[in-house]
Each structure stands twice: as structure tokens, then as C-alpha cells.
Nanobody, 121 residues
């Protein structure tokens, strides 16, 4: 069965960094886009990043581009999100997500349980 499991969340001061991991067994990166969403308190869920072997390059949301980097390990079925230069507004629950498509046409149908990232001053 397909299951997404995130890890790596925690509390960090502004300007710091964290690396999130998502175990995605059962997915193939040529058939699926796998990536990250986040949801901050009082805000709607926001697409953060997506990666796929069928896409020329990963995609990033405007608010994280240049600071966050998504990567994957096909052999281990793992997806990572390196978050540098964290800001207070990055505080959110981060969800690993997967679905058919190539990120430009991505229909998420699997969600992880979420991992909390808290950025403090």
C-alpha cells in the first residue's frame, strides 16, 4: 500500500535551517509528482514544491523560491525539502503530497500526516 510519512520538523530561530524528509514507498517518480504543501494558522493550504522525473525541473512557490530546495532519491523512494533562511512566516504544518502528473499538471491524491515547523525570532 502507498503511504507518505514526513519527518524533520521542529523549532528553529529565524535565519536557521531544517531538512524535511518524506518516505514515499510505492510511488514511481516518472508517473507521479511528489512534493510539499504547507498550511499556516488561519491561512489556506499553499503549494510549496513539486518534483517528478517527467518534469524538466522542480517547481517552487513564489514565497520559498531561492530559499528552499527539493530533491529526491529514486532508489530509496525518498523526497527531501531543504529549507534555508527560514522566516517567521514559514511557520506551518508541512505535508508531503503525491499524485499523478508532471507537476505542471498535478492532481494530489495522497497526503502525509504533516510535520510542524515553527520559526521563532
Amino acid at each position: 500500500e502507498v503511504q507518505l510519512v514526513e519527518s524533520g520538523g521542529g523549532s528553529v530561530q529565524a535565519g536557521g535551517f531544517l531538512r524535511l524528509s518524506c518516505a514515499a514507498p510505492g510511488f514511481t517518480f516518472d508517473d507521479y509528482g511528489i512534493g510539499w504543501f504547507r498550511q499556516a494558522p488561519g491561512k489556506e493550504r499553499e503549494r510549496v514544491s513539486c518534483i517528478s522525473d517527467s518534469a524538466y525541473w522542480p517547481t517552487y512557490g513564489d514565497s520559498v523560491r531561492g530559499r528552499f530546495t527539493i530533491s529526491k532519491d529514486n532508489d530509496k523512494n525518498m523526497v527531501y525539502l531543504q529549507m534555508n533562511g527560514l522566516k517567521l512566516e514559514d511557520t506551518a504544518v508541512y505535508y508531503c503530497a503525491a499524485g499523478p502528473g508532471d507537476c505542471s499538471d498535478w492532481v494530489v491524491d495522497h497526503w502525509g500526516q504533516g510535520t510542524l515547523v515553527t520559526v521563532s525570532s
